[in-house]
């Protein structure tokens, strides 16, 4: 199991990129939560298999329809893993 914290930038705000990622990970077996940064980014806790956060964060790169992805950045991370993958409120 693998766990990383990824944060996105560009036009990623008001987008549904939140329930996209939401669907996404879901279809990947991943758990974790996405949430909006109060700077703009959005920011996601990834908790899965290698394969599948590897195929999660790529698909980060190109997001939702209407979101423009300018830039993605992935750091190992320890904390508690969560069940499920929940879209959070803003921080």
């Known amino acids: 199991m693998t766990m990383q914290r990824v944060f996105v930038s560009g036009k990623v705000q008001r ?19 996405v949430r909006n940064l109060s700077d ?5 806790l990834l908790v899965g298999e290698d394969d599948a ?9 190109e997001g939702s329809e ?17 069940k499920g993958f929940t879209k959070r409120f803003t921080a």
Do not use: K, N
């Open 40 to 44: 703009g980014r959005v920011e996601l």
């Open 15 to 33: 987008t549904g990129y939140r329930d996209w990622a939401v669907r996404r990970a879901q279809e990947l077996g991943i758990t974790g939560w």
């Open 66 to 82: 209407h979101s423009r992805v300018e830039h993605v950045e992935a750091h190992a991370a320890t904390e508690r893993a969560p």
């Open 53 to 61: 956060i590897v195929a999660m964060t790529d698909a980060c790169r």
